[in-house]
């Protein structure tokens, strides 16, 4: 078994890569060549056996594929590619975040256009009283929905918290220590209550 890496290209939130195999090869070869950066969004230490096959199984189902490896998708489809390579017992693996100061490294890829399709499912219209209770996150920092839920009920009753919520979609999401969470995403991000 061996790692992965889930890419994402800077400045462009829907193109991404998932590197299977030692992450530092990856990169020596794309700081080769062109200036675009990449952020780095979840790594495994470990797949399950045969991981190129269940990535490109799922880079094709779920996801506009393009050149060397790249795709076009939302963050929750990416992020559904990534955890296609994760082994079964993904929660005793593990994928996780990297340190916050993980080195940018550049990659080699014409920018693909994005189509009006991917842009919407990521536009989705979020009433800007929600924004007021939560902000946008990385995976690892993103609050239980149940816990935003219930402030969302505190402050504003439940009627109101229940239309605010049903505009957010539920997904699951690692924390710092490496526990599945359900939590919320809107505008193609992950939530966490202000503070």
Excluded: Y
Excluded at 33 to 45: G, K, Y
Excluded at 56 to 76: E, K, M, Y
Excluded at 110 to 132: I, R, Y
Excluded at 158 to 178: D, F, I, M, Y
Aim: include cysteine; charge should be neutral.
């Amino acid at each position: 078994m061996v790692s992965a890496t889930l890419l994402k290209l800077r400045g462009h939130p829907n193109v991404w890569k998932l590197c299977v195999g030692d992450f530092t090869h990856h990169a020596d070869q794309l700081r080769q060549h062109s200036p675009f950066q990449l952020e780095q969004v979840a790594i495994a230490p470990r797949t399950k056996p045969e991981p190129e096959a269940a990535a490109w199984d799922a880079i094709q189902r779920l996801t506009v594929p393009c050149h060397n490896g790249w795709f076009r998708a939302t963050s929750s489809a990416a992020l559904a590619v990534f955890h296609a390579v994760l082994p079964e017992d993904a929660d005793d693996a593990g994928g996780d975040m990297p340190p916050p100061d993980v080195p940018d490294v550049a990659m080699s890829m014409p920018v693909p256009a994005v189509s009006a399709t991917t842009q919407a499912v990521d536009a989705e219209e979020v009433d800007p009283l929600l924004w007021e209770h939560v902000e946008p996150c990385a995976t690892h920092h993103a609050s239980k929905a149940s816990d935003i839920r219930a402030t969302l009920i505190t402050k504003l009753g439940k009627p109101r918290a229940t239309e605010l919520l049903s505009l957010t979609r539920a997904t699951v999401a690692k924390n710092t220590q490496g526990q599945n969470n359900r939590v919320l995403r809107a505008n193609g991000t992950l939530l966490k209550l202000k503070r």
